[in-house]
């Protein structure tokens, strides 16, 4: 037990897929300019990668390693993704019109979203277990969702802040992410 909350913990603060890791930053800079739509879009990428991850170690680990065909885990990885993406859209659409038209092209992009991808690689890369890969999958869409909706308030603030005209935009946002990652990496030492 002590070893999956370590693990959770780790995937979500230390190494943060957005902060640590550098996967994810388009949606992470696309949709994190309200607070509503990134809270939306967190727990969208929440369930899909909690849920990819063990999936996609269920066919790896009973499917792909069993018939020897490994090199096809990227492939299969992707698609596994897809499918899971095109679950969520379609059930946003139905219950929740609004979010869905707000996260727009966004929603699509979780298919491409290099950080589900890297989640499922890495929990391979490891050697996770089913359960091992699930938490780490949990643990790494939780630290998705903090780091783009602190993004999303810091943002809101930021609009009624006076700004340098040369800082406003991208400037500014990218400036907040570097100061952003510096105070994740003081999560360093929450690890043993």
Same mark, same amino acid.
């Given at each position: 037990?002590?070893? +999956? ?14 902060? *640590? ?50 090199? +096809? ?21 139905? *219950? ?30 490891? *050697? ?15 630290? &998705? ?24 935009? *991208? ?20 690890? &043993?």
């Amino acid at each position: 037990m002590k070893t +999956l909350i370590l693990l959770i913990i780790t995937t979500s603060l230390v190494n943060n897929v957005v902060l *640590s890791q550098f996967l994810g930053l388009c949606p992470f800079l696309g949709v994190s300019k309200k607070t509503s739509t990134a809270a939306g879009m967190g727990g969208a990428v929440i369930f899909v990668i909690t849920i990819a991850s063990a999936v996609t170690s269920l066919i790896n680990t009973f499917i792909l390693e069993k018939l020897d065909v490994t090199f +096809l885990q990227t492939i299969v990885f992707i698609l596994v993704i897809a499918t899971l993406v095109q679950l969520v859209e379609m059930f946003l659409k139905k *219950s929740s019109p609004a979010l869905y038209n707000s996260l727009g092209v966004f929603l699509p992009l979780i298919t491409t979203n290099c950080a589900v991808l890297g989640t499922a690689l890495t929990n391979v890369q490891n *050697s996770y277990g089913v359960l091992e890969s699930t938490i780490a999958g949990l643990g790494t869409a939780v630290g &998705f969702f903090i780091s783009i909706v602190i993004m999303a308030g810091v943002r809101e603030k930021i609009e009624y802040n006076d700004v340098s005209e040369s800082f406003k935009g *991208s400037p500014i946002v990218l400036i907040t992410a570097g100061l952003m990652a510096i105070a994740f990496y003081g999560f360093a030492s929450l690890t &043993f």
